[in-house]
């Protein structure tokens, strides 16, 4: 069981918006450590998506955003493309473990 | 272009013992903080450890304290990840990631970070 909870998966049709939720506590997001996306592509490695909750590095479509409030952070997904599919993975740290967290993460299914 | 390439990979019996390295190219490793990240076969990433750049600071997942010894040279820009007393729960792709931070995160600790370059990953597979 993650520390950080996500939900296993998410679909939506091209040109649709989705979010994926990061729910967590007060010893991790609630604690007010920042939260970070990654996607992993098929068969790739994993790849910064959004920094810092709401920071998106050069290259990253504007299509993605991300928030933050209480003990919980999202992604959100504008114009949803083919190419978006996809696991997402969001990170904390996590100051009871004393170590970064992941979420469980979230396989996103373009129909 | 800022690339990292794991290697070291293989089968191994439960109880052996693998070296994995990682080569950093096309920037400064010797200032950035590094780390190892798994992930077991069809589930999710998880955080194994973490060394500071002068290698004076490491830590790492309960799971694998005491049997993985993170070190680094930074002379020759590579990081390490040595594997003894392997068990079942260790086959996974491992993967080096370098961390990095922006404005005001990069006068916080670590662990406000973010892992902005990672490797394509090597796999470690623990079986008889």
């Known amino acids: 069981q993650s520390v950080l909870t996500q939900p296993p998966s998410v679909s939506g049709a091209p040109g649709q918006r989705v979010t994926i939720s990061c729910t967590g506590s007060s010893s991790n997001i609630g604690a007010g450590y920042d939260v970070h996306w990654y996607q992993q592509l098929p068969g790739t490695a994993p790849k910064l998506l959004i920094y810092g909750n709401s920071n998106r590095p050069s290259g990253v479509p504007d299509r993605f955003s991300g928030s933050k409030s209480g003990t919980s952070a999202s992604l959100a997904i504008t114009g949803l493309q083919a190419e978006d599919e996809a696991d997402y993975y969001c990170?904390?740290?996590?100051?009871?473990?004393?170590?970064?967290?992941f979420g469980g993460g979230t396989k996103l299914t373009v129909l | 272009e800022v690339q990292l390439v794991e290697s070291g990979g293989g089968l191994v019996q439960p109880g052996g013992s693998l070296r994995l390295s990682c080569a950093a190219s096309g920037f400064t490793f010797s200032s950035y903080e590094m780390n190892w990240v798994r992930q077991a076969p069809g589930k999710g990433l998880e955080w194994v450890s973490y060394?500071?750049?002068?290698?004076?600071?490491?830590y790492y997942a309960d799971s694998v304290k005491g049997r993985f010894t993170i070190s680094r040279d930074n002379a020759k820009n590579s990081l390490y990840l040595q594997m003894n007393s392997l068990r079942a729960e260790d086959t996974a792709v491992y993967y080096c990631a370098r961390d990095s931070c922006s404005g005001g995160s990069c006068y916080l600790p670590y662990y406000y970070y973010y892992m902005d370059v990672w490797g394509k990953g090597t796999t470690v597979t623990v079986s008889s």
């Open positions: 990170q904390s740290y996590d100051s009871s473990l004393s170590r970064r967290v």
């Open positions: 060394i500071s750049s002068s290698g004076s600071t490491i």
